[in-house]
């Protein structure tokens, strides 16, 4: 449909003609297709990242580590240079983190042993090696419903090991390269979950002599932390860490976290 088709939809009345063509010199302005790129760039990062955060099958992870994408976006990426928009949206991020459970969430990614505590912004102290281990332990004490004091003194061990990808927490102990070719293989994302689950089937905890008086013996699989190995307590902290656990705490502000 040409100019001249449509102004002769518009109908007869003047008003209408004249506002019909106000709106092809709209169209036809190359002022207006500048401008709807921009909206168009700036929109398909949120939209990605709706689509990925209402998936049923969306880990926590997966939304902490989406609301990081979302913040280097648009702190970071030269080609989004309206001020005013990258603000609004920056403030709409904090606003939904600080609203989170952020230790929970934050345990989740350190429980993706494809990501461990690489993810984080190390020169924050909380979020080093020795001050992650603090929120790990707080989250393990709610989730086994213990107070700081009674977390077991192995469970520091193991962190340590799983954070320096040591002992039965390397890449091969965990059969991580493996894992993903498999996944990929038949186009689908990893289930960190089940690497954990098959995890505690192939360690031996017995060899590590890991739970609080000594000797391990085998358990069933529960989460009472008086039967539970210590390994096996990690395991079942991560396995909650990637299911919908949702609790309502602050933190700390978005921009501090990320490396």
């Known amino acids: 449909m040409?100019?001249?088709?449509?102004?002769?939809?518009?109908?007869?009345?003047?008003?209408?003609?004249?506002?019909?063509?106000?709106?092809?010199?709209?169209?036809?302005?190359?002022?207006?297709?500048e401008r709807l790129t921009a909206?168009?760039?700036?929109l398909e990062p949120l939209a990605l990242a709706a689509n990925i955060t209402q998936a049923s099958t969306?880990?926590?992870?997966?939304?902490?580590?989406?609301?990081?994408?979302?913040y280097h976006t648009y702190t970071s990426e030269p080609c989004f240079?309206?001020?005013h928009s990258?603000?609004?949206i920056i403030d709409s991020l904090r606003k939904r983190w600080l609203k989170c459970d952020q230790d929970v969430f934050i345990v989740a990614v350190f429980l993706n042993p494809y990501i461990r505590g690489h993810f984080f912004n190390g020169s924050v102290h909380s979020l080093s090696q020795p001050g992650l281990f603090n929120v790990v332990?707080?989250?393990?004490?709610?989730?086994?419903?213990?107070t700081k004091r009674q977390v077991p003194i192995q469970l520091f061990e193991n962190y340590l090991n799983y954070f320096d990808n040591i002992s039965v927490y390397t890449d091969d102990g965990?059969?991580?390269?493996?894992?993903?070719?498999?996944?990929?293989?038949?186009?689908?994302?990893?289930?960190?979950?089940?690497i954990w689950y098959i995890w505690q089937?192939?360690?031996?905890?017995?060899?590590?002599?890991?739970?609080?008086?000594?000797?391990v013996q085998p358990v069933g699989h529960q989460l009472k932390s008086t039967e539970l190995p210590t390994e096996h307590q990690f395991n079942q902290l991560s396995s909650l860490a990637f299911s919908s656990v949702q609790f309502s705490t602050g933190w700390l502000p978005l921009e501090h976290h990320f490396t």
Do not use: C, P
């Open 201 to 215: 089937f192939t360690t031996s905890t017995t060899e590590h002599q890991l739970d609080s008086v000594g000797q």
């Open 2 to 33: 040409n100019e001249k088709e449509l102004l002769i939809v518009a109908g007869d009345d003047a008003d209408l003609i004249v506002k019909a063509q106000e709106i092809i010199n709209i169209i036809l302005s190359r002022t207006f297709w």
């Open 137 to 146: 332990k707080w989250v393990y004490a709610r989730v086994f419903q213990e």
């Open 81 to 83: 240079t309206e001020q």
């Open 58 to 70: 969306t880990r926590l992870d997966q939304v902490l580590m989406t609301l990081a994408g979302l």
């Open 86 to 88: 990258n603000d609004a």
């Open 39 to 42: 909206v168009k760039l700036y």
């Open 174 to 194: 965990m059969n991580l390269t493996e894992t993903k070719k498999m996944y990929d293989n038949v186009n689908q994302h990893v289930d960190i979950a089940r």
